[in-house]
């Protein structure tokens, strides 16, 4: 499995991005796929999932912001990140779960600046 995270970048606050993964070796219709990320010095933590095309979870602190999609002809997931606060700086990284085990792409840096 791999996934391929991109879209991240430096906005000013109120501002949006929108956040694409692409996954091989797994079909994101089928099997959870989620949003992670950590800013400097905190753990990482779930921004959003979806599974089988249904978002199932979004943290308190992006509902109303953010939005998960799938995209399951081209086999992606993107997430839509409107007003967009200092407080959302981090690296983002796409997550699926299969069989059990659990796996993570690269990460893409996400700036808000004030």
């Known amino acids: 499995v791999q996934l391929q995270a991109s879209g991240g970048g430096s906005v000013q606050a109120g501002g949006s991005l929108r956040l694409s993964c692409t996954a091989s070796?797994?079909?994101?219709?089928?099997?959870?796929m989620g949003w992670y990320r950590q800013a400097p010095g905190k753990q990482r933590e779930l921004v959003a999932n979806?599974?089988?095309?249904?978002?199932?979870v979004y943290a308190d602190s992006v509902k109303g912001r953010f939005t998960i999609s799938a995209n399951n002809a081209k086999n992606m997931i993107y997430l839509q990140m409107n007003s967009l606060k200092p407080e959302d700086t981090a690296v983002y990284y796409c997550n699926t779960i299969k069989f059990g085990l659990e796996f993570w792409g690269q990460g893409t840096q996400v700036t808000v600046s004030s």
């Open positions: 979806i599974v089988s095309g249904v978002a199932t």
């Open positions: 070796g797994t079909t994101v219709s089928i099997y959870v």
